[in-house]
């Protein structure tokens, strides 16, 4: 948590610095947000309570679901597919081990354990100093990083890079796209201008040609007039 914190404050500092504002952060609308909030809770479960790491694997998955599917919800904005990756890896990691496996070796590297108490020492509900038969390990937190004093997965470095970019473009305008990604259905029903053809009583340069724009700019309808003779030449 502490990493993704990090990239987040670098995403928004450099958004800053490359001449984006804080107020088109506002301009984003999010779907499902609530799933987000409800996994920001989760995760904070097990890290208030006493709960075992087998007791603690419901809330900590619970939570990776609900941060991903709100991810799906909004793949337009530019950034969450890495984050959806980076939470998905750590997910995986985590059910195949009922926590999430820390590299011993890396610990000590990190400079939060002694070679010594490797055997004894508590991670606390969500994670455990990994043993032989933990599965894809190299999913688990095998990177230390010893200026943080803290080991990492590699999710949560992709995770982390992929939150900083969702943060840098949060201060740029929001383009088209995002914009009409996040338009809920009436919404989006209620800029679509069709225009009514009639193709039965009119042929060839007389037809009448329909635009249909579903983004509500620039709809419009045309029709080419019919020549009419001269009404000298009718004399």
Do not use: C
Request: charged share 15%.
């Amino acid at each position: 948590m502490g990493v993704t914190l990090i990239a987040a404050g670098v995403g928004l500092l450099l958004g800053l610095a490359a001449g984006g504002y804080p107020r088109h952060a506002f301009e984003q609308r999010w779907s499902l947000w609530p799933l987000l909030l409800l996994g920001l809770a989760l995760q904070m479960i097990p890290e208030i309570t006493n709960l075992s790491e087998s007791q603690a694997l419901l809330p900590v998955l619970g939570s990776y679901a609900a941060l991903i599917v709100f991810g799906f919800a909004n793949l337009p904005v530019v950034g969450i597919v890495v984050v959806i990756l980076g939470l998905g890896l750590n997910m995986a990691a985590t059910a195949v081990n009922t926590g999430m496996p820390v590299d011993g070796p890396a610990l000590v590297t990190a400079g939060l354990a002694q070679p010594g108490e490797l055997d004894r020492l508590d991670l606390g509900s969500r994670r455990h100093v990994s043993v032989a038969t933990d599965r894809l390990s190299f999913l688990g937190d095998i990177i230390p990083v010893e200026p943080l004093n803290a080991v990492l997965s590699f999710g949560d470095l992709i995770m982390a890079f992929g939150v900083g970019n969702v943060m840098f473009r949060l201060l740029r305008p929001v383009g088209p796209r995002e914009r009409r990604a996040s338009t809920s259905m009436p919404e989006a029903l209620a800029v679509i201008d069709l225009s009514v053809v009639d193709l039965t009583s009119q042929r060839g340069p007389d037809a009448l040609v329909g635009v249909i724009d579903l983004t509500g700019e620039t709809a419009a309808s045309t029709k080419r007039p019919r020549s009419q003779p001269s009404i000298e030449a009718a004399r």
